[in-house]
């Protein structure tokens, strides 16, 4: 039975209906680092999203929906393939997916519908048709090629903006961080996320008495935080950066040890305007498919692939395992079908791709490791429901088990770090961090060894995630122990695996 906290639903509103003559459009619009916390239905009082807020309103909105990587490419490959990381073979940022793995993508063409993809999508080869399941594509390197070509309108003489080119970890945090929440050089009609728009509307017009399943995926806000010139809602004067615990210090990474508070401050400010900016492509999105009378019949998914840390711990990044970067924004629209409400459970990204092929009647994924969220979409309590999220780092061979009450964070401790985010000791050695949510939400105080029990159940609880999904299981060293088990499986297979590489 549902609980009011649990599902908020609303009272006109109509369960999932049965099979209509035509299957429904599908829209997935991505968003890269868009943290869970940063939107007004959120209860953020600061953030300004006021479209990606209408569609949670008509729709249903996972409130505690968890990615299972903080880093965009084994992020979205998992999403892609409805398979964890470790599965899927992209648990690092340069690893391309193997083309011949099975894609949602892949299902829904196999059901009747023509695909599209425009925008970033960590593919990590170059666009062809049919790669992945998308009949057409139009990513990173093409839409940058297509949209620089487009060219743009010159500013005036004196107008301020950010330094280009961007260059992170080559120039001062502060710099490509947006410190000074400067705009990008170019008015709004003129910027790459407005030209991804009118590609994607270009093929909605062409396609829209087709049945079409179309990805769009928006760079905002990652760093630098692009918004446009004459749209800063947001300064530094209107945020404080958290506090930073007494744990933290040692752990901040090096290159954000010398940002001042003000430039914190404008680094939070930039990331507000980016998602604000964000937020009005999405409305721009939706106001299309209205004006198309696509909007009724279009099943629409907002996701990000992982969050963002503002300052939480000192860090301005999402490659770790607090709740800043792991929590993501998943919404769900279908008028007349998908229920009014918000869901409180745990909700993985990987349950995006079952539910997805579910409601859309395709055929199931072979491989599946995430479950079906149609039954809380018709109102109902699934039979399964989450008591842990389950994501993974493997850069750093890292690996993060949260529950209602408690958040493990565990480390090999064996690989340098490569991502820029080096602490002082490239090799840390491993590592065990417990943290009690119900006390200390911001995850400031390590408690593993005052409650060793828990520590020792969660870590069953991770090993039994990766036995069960990892392709290398079989190969599980014999009477090892917890720690040895783990470091076993929070090794990337798809990196050099030498200890201290």
């Not at 399941?133 to 003489?157: C, I, N, V, Y």
């Not at 401050?265 to 009378?293: F, H, M, P, T, W």
């Not at 399964?384 to 958040?407: C, G, M, P, W």
């Amino acid at each position: 039975m549902l609980t009011r906290r649990t599902f908020v639903a609303a009272a006109a509103a109509a369960p999932v209906a049965a099979q209509t003559r035509r299957q429904p459009n599908f829209i997935f619009i991505l968003a890269d680092d868009h943290a869970g916390y940063v939107l007004g239905c959120d209860g953020n009082k600061k953030a300004h999203t006021p479209n990606i807020d209408r569609l949670a309103s008509e729709g249903t909105r996972f409130a505690a929906n968890y990615c299972n990587a903080p880093v965009c490419t084994p992020s979205r490959q998992s999403f892609l393939t409805g398979q964890l990381p470790h599965a899927a073979g992209v648990t690092v940022l340069t690893t391309p997916l193997d083309p011949g793995k099975p894609t949602i993508a892949k299902q829904l063409k196999s059901a009747g519908y023509t695909t599209a993809v425009f925008g970033k999508m960590h593919f990590n080869r170059p666009a062809a048709p049919g790669l992945h399941g998308f009949d057409h594509m139009l990513t990173e390197g093409e839409l940058t090629r297509a949209w620089q070509k487009a060219g743009g309108t010159e500013l005036p003489s004196g107008t301020v903006t950010k330094t280009l080119p961007w260059r992170p970890f080559q120039t001062p945090a502060s710099e490509w961080l947006n410190a000074g929440n400067l705009p990008y050089p170019r008015l709004e009609k003129d910027m790459r996320s407005a030209y991804l728009l009118r590609r994607a509307t270009e093929y909605l017009t062409e396609n829209k008495d087709r049945q079409f399943a179309l990805w769009v995926s928006f760079q905002e806000p990652h760093s630098p935080f692009d918004f446009p010139v004459g749209n800063r809602k947001f300064t530094a004067a209107d945020f404080e950066a958290p506090r930073v615990g007494p744990e933290d210090a040692w752990q901040i990474p090096r290159i954000f040890r010398d940002l001042s508070e003000e430039q914190k401050r404008g680094i939070i400010a930039a990331y507000y305007n980016s998602a604000e900016y964000l937020d009005r492509n999405v409305g721009g999105l939706l106001d299309q498919l209205k004006k198309l009378n696509l909007d009724e019949n279009t099943v629409i998914v907002y996701m990000a692939d992982h969050g963002y840390s503002l300052g939480q711990h000192g860090r301005f990044e999402k490659h770790c395992g607090y709740d800043p970067a792991l929590r993501v924004p998943l919404v769900m629209r279908w008028p007349g079908h998908i229920r009014q409400g918000v869901v409180t459970e745990f909700t993985e990204s990987v349950d995006v791709p079952p539910t997805i092929l579910d409601l859309l009647g395709a055929p199931p994924l072979p491989v599946q490791h995430g479950h079906t969220l149609r039954p809380w979409l018709e109102g109902k309590r699934p039979g399964t429901v989450r008591d842990h999220i389950f994501s993974q780092y493997s850069e750093n061979e890292e690996a993060f088990l949260r529950t209602k009450t408690h958040k493990l964070i565990y480390c090999s401790g064996r690989r340098k770090r490569t991502d820029g985010y080096l602490i002082d000791n490239p090799t840390p050695g491993a590592y065990t961090r417990l943290y009690n949510l119900q006390a200390d939400p911001e995850e400031f105080t390590d408690v593993s060894a005052q409650t060793p029990k828990v520590v020792s159940h969660l870590k069953t609880l991770m090993i039994d995630r990766f036995r069960k999904t990892h392709p290398d299981a079989v190969n599980e060293p014999p009477r090892a122990n917890p720690d040895d088990l783990l470091n076993f499986y929070v090794r990337p297979r798809d990196a050099p695996a030498e200890a201290g590489a």
